[in-house]
């Protein structure tokens, strides 16, 4: 069942989303040869709780971290640990806040450092793909819309398309329906209407889509240890057209750090 929120309670996540971005801005911040990402986590924790939110992580299944802190050739679910960040390393981190009982969640792939051409075309074009299918986000359209935007923009930049992982619907809790696929022909799916709040999130590869999941339970790679990108926002739909409510790209533009400096991959809302 699709959830609706009234406007009301999108703007109680914006002000979850708003703790968010920052606390992405406050790890990219910290982000840089040598640091652990246990160290990343603990910093995250303590500022989403000194702001009267908690992590939406922590627990949640039995999750340990604050955080999901995914390196390299791991694509998502990675849990904080003794790592320590090398030159030329790739971090996907994603973080969900719950203020007041609403969620706000979103990710970013950030570079170490220099890091290879590959790395950097992987990056500049996930988070392409993120933009192109938030611009999808519009009542009226429907979730193949969103979908195949993703899709195009993806592979078509010779990635590929993590299918086995999807993005979600979110709010009072962080996994909501519908389910939000990173592939699939326009016209399809559910009706967007105004309300709903979408995590759009695309997850792709350097090499092949198949993944494999750890020992731990948590973290999945790459099946052929390829570079893996994340890039996340939470997104309300509204009479107006799309509406980031995790902004980390304010920050990030602010910053001049990343792909995220780059105009055209600025959405509507």
């Not at 920052?22 to 500022?47: C, H, N, Q, W, Y």
Request: glycine content about 12%.
């Amino acid at each position: 069942m699709i959830i609706k929120k009234s406007p009301e309670e999108i703007e109680k996540m914006v002000a979850a989303g708003a703790i968010q971005a920052a606390a992405l801005d406050l790890v990219a911040a910290k982000i840089r040869p040598g640091v652990s990402t246990e160290e990343l986590d603990g910093a995250a924790e303590r500022f989403i709780r000194s702001q009267g939110a908690t992590p939406t992580f922590k627990g949640y299944r039995g999750f340990p971290g604050s955080i999901c802190a995914s390196p390299n050739s791991m694509v998502v679910h990675g849990i904080p640990g003794r790592y320590r960040l090398q030159r030329g390393d790739i971090l996907s981190v994603d973080i969900g806040v719950t203020l007041d009982g609403w969620v706000a969640d979103a990710a970013r792939t950030f570079p170490v450092g220099d890091v290879s051409p590959l790395a950097e075309n992987l990056l500049s074009v996930t988070e392409q793909a993120l933009y192109a299918g938030v611009e999808q986000c519009r009542a009226g359209n429907r979730m193949g819309d969103v979908s195949h935007a993703i899709q195009r923009v993806a592979e078509g930049a010779g990635l590929s398309i993590v299918r086995s992982l999807v993005g979600h619907g979110v709010g009072k809790s962080m996994h909501e329906d519908p389910q939000v696929p990173n592939y699939g022909r326009a016209g399809k799916g559910p009706l967007l209407e105004e309300g709903m709040v979408l995590a759009i999130e695309p997850m792709t590869t350097a090499g092949r889509a198949s993944v494999r999941v750890a020992g731990d339970g948590w973290a999945i790679f790459s099946q052929d240890d390829s570079l893996a990108a994340h890039f996340e926002f939470t997104v309300a739909i509204t009479g107006e057209g799309p509406r980031i409510l995790t902004p980390w790209h304010v920050a990030a533009r602010e910053r001049g750090s990343g792909p995220a400096r780059r105009e055209a991959a600025t959405p509507a809302g």
